[in-house]
């Protein structure tokens, strides 16, 4: 497994409450992504980034902030939690120089439940 | 609006049966990926298919590549129980900035979930 870990595993918290979750990485990949998982919606991303300070958004990202200040972590800020952001947030890492498939490799995501 | 379409959503199988898994996509990509989900757990890939004709095996799982259809495939054959996931095909689509011509912004079907019953 491609060295991703994502912490929390599990929380829940309450609406109107800040949360950040965080990936980190020792693979040195450039590229990093958080998607979430809801049922029949399969995976869509929230936020991406190329680089240090480099992010940009995507599908589903209203809500949401990310930062990234160093090569291998990646943070995911909910800064008002609501209920339609219970979902499993997956964190995943990618880089073209690594494989020429550019295949992205998932973390073990981390369900969070706002009540 | 980019669609990535999966069918079926849902198959129930008997061990030693073959099928197909469908995955269709409505915007140009050559760049095509399946991913294997266990229940509770992360994403596996499985195969890249990177051009138009390719096709992979991997033990009773092929996936194949149509660009100009617009389709990729997962075929099984002769189901088991531990092929028993849900399969997610994902389309690459856009650029990213610096990237150096690779693309890395997957859109994601739906999912198939597989049951593979005695």
């Known amino acids: 497994d491609a060295g991703i870990t994502q912490s929390p595993r599990h929380k829940v918290t309450e609406t109107g409450t800040p949360v950040t979750l965080r990936c980190h990485q020792t693979?040195?990949?450039?590229?990093m992504y958080w998607y979430r998982q809801d049922p029949g919606h399969g995976l869509r991303l929230i936020h991406y980034?190329?680089?240090?300070?480099?992010?940009d958004k995507g599908e589903v990202s209203d809500g949401y902030s990310v930062s990234r200040s160093k090569t291998e972590d990646f943070l995911l800020t909910l800064e008002s939690a609501t209920s339609s952001q219970t979902s499993v947030y997956f964190c995943?890492?990618?880089?073209?120089?690594?494989?020429?498939?550019?295949?992205?490799?998932f973390g073990p995501g981390t369900r969070l439940t706002v009540l | 609006e980019l669609k990535v379409e999966q069918n079926p959503l849902f198959l129930s199988m008997q061990e030693g049966k073959n099928y197909t898994i469908y995955c269709n996509y409505s915007?140009?990509?050559?760049?095509l990926y399946w991913y294997r989900q266990d229940p509770g757990k992360s994403l596996e890939s499985l195969f890249v298919?990177?051009?138009?004709?390719a096709v992979k095996q991997e033990g009773r799982l092929m996936a194949s590549l149509d660009t100009k259809a617009r389709l990729s495939t997962l075929h099984i054959t002769a189901a088991v129980h531990d092929l028993s996931a849900t399969y997610f095909c994902?389309?690459?689509?856009?650029?990213?900035?610096?990237?150096?011509?690779?693309?890395?912004?997957?859109?994601f079907g739906k999912g198939t979930k597989l049951s593979v019953k005695p």
């Open positions: 995943a890492i990618s880089d073209p120089k690594v494989s020429h498939e550019d295949t992205q490799y």
């Open positions: 693979e040195n990949h450039r590229y």
């Open positions: 980034s190329y680089g240090v300070k480099d992010t």
């Open positions: 915007t140009t990509s050559d760049r």
């Open positions: 298919l990177l051009s138009n004709g």
């Open positions: 994902a389309v690459d689509i856009l650029s990213l900035p610096n990237y150096g011509g690779s693309q890395g912004n997957l859109i």
